[in-house]
């Protein structure tokens, strides 16, 4: 029995392994077609021509064109909330939200000068894009929503209370925010180094303004 479990577990992790072999594939085919044309301008036909699968199989794995693009967001997600139901004793939430937020990752964490071109290439195509810009927003709005079920969990909130959605709406605006002034640092043309201490500080009085409430804003 332990022999058989063995093997069925290794054919497991081998159908897994092929599975994302075969998506980052059809991802990193169709970031090549969105950089050359535009990512208004190529089908679902064409990007799986050019992996050389069939369009249902890219569906399989990318419910949307869209996802395509988006698709490792599902994993920030998951951090995200991981990092909120797993902080330290005595760590606010808003304490873990930045400190998960302010992390330098992906493609700004990197020096490579290809990696660069990559990193302005898909800023390009995103913010030139109706459509990617509407799914972004939609993603957001999960985020929030999911975000909120966490903290009203938290606080023992009731079914349909503010503050808990409040909240979420708050510390996720800082995040978008943050995400377009990176974008607009990016095809200024600044240096990632340089960007990531931007966005440290920019994110850092953010929160603070939260932190301290909002109440003295715009007083004096």
């Known amino acids: 029995m ?5 093997t069925d577990a ?12 075969t998506r980052e594939l059809i991802a990193e085919t169709a970031r090549r077609l969105f950089g050359e044309r535009g990512f208004d301008h190529v089908t679902i036909a064409e990007v799986a021509r050019a992996a050389e699968v ?3 199989t ?3 794995y990318f419910p949307t064109k869209e996802d395509l693009v988006y698709w490792r967001l599902e994993s920030f997600e ?5 990092a909120i139901r797993e902080r330290d004793p005595g760590e606010s939430v808003l ?11 992906g493609l700004l964490a990197q020096r490579d000068a290809e990696v660069r071109e990559r990193l302005v290439e898909l800023t390009q195509m995103i913010t030139e894009s109706p459509a990617l ?5 939609e993603i957001f709005d999960r985020y929030t929503a999911s975000f909120a079920a966490v903290i009203a969990d938290e606080m023992g909130a009731g079914a349909g209370e503010v503050q808990p959605w409040v909240i979420a709406n708050a510390l996720i605006g800082v995040h978008r925010a943050l995400i377009d002034y990176s974008r607009k640092r990016i095809l200024d043309g600044a240096p990632n180094d340089r960007i990531v201490r931007e966005l440290r500080a920019q994110g850092k009085r953010a929160l603070a303004a939260l932190e301290d409430g909002l109440a003295s804003v715009g007083a004096s």
């Open 95 to 105: 304490q873990a939200f930045g400190g998960f937020v302010l992390k330098r990752r």
């Open 58 to 60: 890219v569906f399989n």
């Open 10 to 21: 290794a054919d497991l992790g081998l159908r897994e392994r092929k599975k994302q072999r």
């Open 54 to 56: 069939s369009e249902q």
């Open 133 to 137: 810009l509407r799914r972004e927003r």
């Open 78 to 82: 998951h951090d995200l909330l991981a």
């Open 2 to 6: 332990a022999s058989t479990s063995a």
